[in-house]
T-cell receptor, first 116, second 114 residues
Framework: DTAVSQTPKYLVTQMGNDKSIKCEQN?????MYWYKQDSKKFLKIMFS???????INETVPNRFSPKSPDKAHLNLHINSLELGDSAVYFC???????????????FGPGTRLTVL | AQSVTQPDIHITVSEGASLELRCNYS??????LFWYVQSPGQGLQLLLK??????LVQGIKGFEAEFKRSQSSFNLRKPSVHWSDAAEYFC????????????FGQGTELSVKP
């Protein structure tokens, strides 16, 4: 059973297109995250949701919009894709209910986005 | 602001040799410290974490790390490396009441020679 799953695994698209990446966790966790890993493997948090409520909203272009239909899902929609959006995007989840920061984050396998 | 530095971009060790990966952090209060491992094409897996208490923390796969407040360090060690340990290792720092936000270091790539 996959704990945190992401679809698609690979996404190749043209500049200017709009695309979505889906994330689902079956761990019963309350908090979900999106991270971006650039070509130098640097990982940076983008967003987090706790029980469908936006908690962390880092400085990312407003072309990126997370959506959480329920606490098991956190999707990432990207409008007007740019070359610089090419990266690996990781979804993660944790039991963290109160922002304690101590709970383990479980990561999905990543989605490699390539913008041509 | 929190920050994490992993001074070594790439380390190569022989199989069976000991390993130490360095991590230095910057944070005014008591940090929460984590080590994650990323195998090629995979997501990240937690190796170990430190919040308080005993400064020597044991993790999975035979790894351990020691928190040294005076040196602002949280180095990862393993007494005998296996070929399957070849991967990217990330140190991360978090804190209370930040919604679980983690600040990651730039990673250390470990290669293992036969």
């Amino acid at each position: 059973d996959t704990a945190v799953s992401q679809t698609p695994k690979y996404l190749v698209t043209q500049m200017g297109n709009d695309k979505s990446i889906k994330c689902e966790q079956n761990l019963g966790h309350d908090t979900m995250y999106w991270y971006k890993q650039d070509s130098k493997k640097f990982l940076k948090i983008m967003f987090s949701y706790n029980n469908k409520e936006l908690i962390i909203n880092e400085t990312v272009p407003n072309r990126f919009s997370p959506k959480s239909p329920d606490k098991a899902h956190l999707n990432l929609h990207i409008n007007s894709l740019e070359l610089g959006d090419s990266a690996v995007y990781f979804c993660a989840s944790s039991q963290d209910k109160s922002g304690s920061g101590t709970d383990t984050q479980y990561f999905g396998p990543g989605t490699r986005l390539t913008v041509l | 602001a929190q920050s994490v530095t992993q001074p070594d971009i790439h380390i190569t060790v022989s199989e069976g040799a000991s390993l130490e990966l360095r991590c230095n952090y910057s944070y005014g209060a008591t940090p929460y410290l984590f080590w994650y491992v990323q195998s090629p094409g995979q997501g990240l897996q937690l190796l170990l974490k430190y919040f308080s208490g005993d400064t020597l923390v044991q993790g999975i796969k035979g790894f351990e790390a020691e928190f040294k407040r005076s040196q602002s360090s949280f180095n990862l060690r393993k007494p005998s490396v296996h070929w399957s340990d070849a991967a990217e290792y990330f140190c991360a720092v978090g804190a209370r009441n930040q919604g679980g936000k983690l600040i990651f270091g730039q990673g250390t790539e470990l290669s293992v020679k036969p």
